[in-house]
């Protein structure tokens, strides 16, 4: 795989219309590590670590069991869920809500079978654990402060308590960040966690709309440009309810409708729908600084094994 990032692979472009089709939740935006393509170190210079109000993230959850119960809902936006200590309740919550799509992301350093278990028998649709390397040097110069023996023996535990607990619909990913670091370990990768039973996710690196350095993005002076992906079709919702411009922007720059004062839909059709239109009509000049200039659109993709 080659570590530039391949716009012809950019096409899903098509917008989510009267509802997100997505949506990222900050139930705990705390995090355990501090990995190098991320800006999590720096996330305290913006907004503060905060738990999600119940009260809130029930509303939430409720209007989106009537307006699309079919939209995914990533349970964490910008942190690592097992340092919440009642995200087995929330997920039960949506599931007794009638979603069908209720996801993770995890660093993986954390999920114990013990911590694990619950989270299983919550009904949780999916976990995704990013670990981007195959090897302990590798591991240690991305996932800073992270253990990978420990990340790989959980992700395996993880697996066989599925085969124990879940359902045929319960699935755990193993994701790897294409970066300078880990390039030529991609193949490696998938081959050992393939022949492991678990399904791998491998996707480009980001910049988190210029915050880390990304040399797989191109300017967008060189390129065609296309309609972002996370910008048509997903809310993301801190924790104190404020809507971010995109899933990039994970400081909560951009403002967007806050989802204590409104519905979901009531934000989503705001300014984030003019937004939308810029993107769907290439109106591109037209946008706020951070999203006219940034190139992270360029890896809205994902392979899947």
Aim: proline content about 4%.
């Amino acid at each position: 795989m080659t570590y530039i990032s391949d716009i012809d692979k950019v096409t899903r472009t098509a917008e989510a219309v009267d509802y997100p089709a997505v949506l990222l939740i900050d139930n705990y935006n705390a995090c355990n590590l501090i990995c190098s393509m991320c800006d999590h170190k720096n996330m305290k210079s913006h907004r503060p670590i905060q738990k999600m109000d119940i009260a809130l993230y029930r509303k939430i959850i409720d209007e989106t069991a009537i307006e699309n119960p079919n939209a995914r809902i990533w349970q964490i936006f910008f942190g690592d869920p097992f340092l919440l200590d009642d995200m087995p309740y929330r997920i039960q919550y949506a599931k007794d809500k009638g979603l069908t799509d209720v996801v993770l992301n995890t660093n993986g350093v954390l999920m114990t079978p013990e911590r694990s278990l619950p989270l299983i028998e919550a009904g949780l649709d999916a976990m995704y654990v990013g670990i981007d390397a195959i090897t302990k040097e590798t591991y240690d110069k991305i996932r800073v402060g992270g253990n990978y023996e420990k990340t790989v023996k959980n992700v395996q535990s993880y697996r066989d308590l599925l085969i124990k607990h879940g359902n045929s619909r319960q699935k755990i990913f193993v994701q790897f960040v294409v970066s300078e670091y880990n390039a030529n370990e991609t193949e490696e990768f998938r081959r050992f966690w393939t022949n492991e039973g678990v399904a791998v996710k491998i996707r480009p690196k980001v910049s988190w709309a210029g915050l880390v350095d990304a040399p797989n993005l191109r300017d967008n002076k060189t390129v065609t440009r296309k309609p972002c992906y996370w910008l048509v079709r997903n809310i993301n919702i801190c924790a104190d309810g404020e809507a971010t411009l995109c899933s990039v922007d994970v400081h909560c720059k951009v403002k967007c409708g806050n989802v204590m004062e409104k519905t979901v839909k009531e934000v989503w059709n705001g300014v984030l729908k003019q937004y939308r239109a810029m993107h769907t009509e290439n109106r591109y000049d037209e946008l706020p600084d951070m999203c006219r200039d940034c190139s992270d659109w360029q890896s809205t993709y994902a392979e899947f094994f």
